[in-house]
């Protein structure tokens, strides 16, 4: 499957930090995503081949990662902050409404967006994630709500020596062959958009990144959940500890009429694994609760 073009414009957020904003595609139907820390539209591939021509895609670079500029104030990046850019973009594309989808960090900002953006959030898709405390609610390790903070920590202080080593690690030909051993990822994993992920770390600002990751780690978006009112779907794999059953528990006892799908087999990167499953039960949920947009189409 080659790997879509998309088109890109620079939009300025409410603290004036210059955003990179992608989009693709067309249709009356407009998803607006929130993407996982490190990575990009690109990891949307299949859905977005498979939804070409019913559906408008628009996503941006998290603050200081990829395109787009570091805040002038480093404490501006809480998932608050994402949620704020996700309104500017929404605000510079003409998206009055639209249905918001987020994986892996994702998932962190769409619950909160949806709390947040009240009447302009139609429905919630959420696929591989947590809603807050990613290092307590999505790792379920001895310890590792402590020593997972820690190693965020280190990692921070070593940032500038990560690029390149990153670099190196993910162009080697054992690469995808240890990972998949390591059950990190699964046989079936589409490898083209995944090492174009994954080839593109050499690119990110790695102190952002961690310190990125310490913000989804205070950040809480169960009193979040009580707020949302519109349909949600949340997909994941049954291998996937990033959101595990306890998660899924969480959001169904906290979002009336919360519907869920579990793919066997898949790790955090279903989408890539079993896209068929995924954007199947994707589509079932946009026709059970926007059929009038797609019918448009």
Known sequence: MSLPTFD????????????????????PLTVV?????????????????AMEGRVRFVSWDYRG???????????ALRVEDHVADMRAVMDAT???????????????????????????????????????????????????????????HVAIKAAPALPPAVSLVTKQRWFLPL???????????????????????????????HRIMACLNVHDGEPALAHIRVPL?????????????????VVHQRVPHAESHVVPGGTHYTLLEYP?????????????????HLEAA
Request: glycine share 12%.
């Open 233 to 249: 779907l949340m997909i994941a794999g049954d291998r996937d500890a990033m959101t595990p059953a306890a998660v899924r528990h």
């Open 33 to 49: 995503i929130a993407n996982g820390l490190g990575g990009t539209l690109v990891a949307w591939t299949p859905m977005l081949r």
């Open 179 to 209: 990972i998949e051993r390591a059950g990190i990822v699964d046989k079936r994993l589409d490898r083209e958009v995944f090492l174009a992920i994954a080839q593109g770390f050499d690119q990110l600002d790695f102190d952002v990144y």
């Open 94 to 152: 003409g998206v009055d409404q639209a249905v918001i989808a987020g994986w892996s960090m994702g998932v962190q900002v769409c619950i909160q967006a949806a709390a947040d953006l009240g009447e302009r959030v139609l429905g919630v898709l959420l696929i591989n994630g947590t809603y807050g405390r990613v290092f307590e609610t999505a790792f379920s390790a001895p310890g590792s709500r402590h020593l997972l903070p820690l190693l965020n």
């Open 276 to 292: 068929e499953a995924v954007i199947g039960r994707v589509e079932r949920f946009f026709g059970d609760h926007f059929s009038g």
């Open 8 to 27: 890109r414009q620079r939009v300025r957020s409410f603290d004036g930090t210059d955003l990179e904003v992608q989009t693709w595609g067309s249709g």
């Open 65 to 75: 990662l990829y395109g787009s500029k570091r805040p002038a104030n480093l404490k």
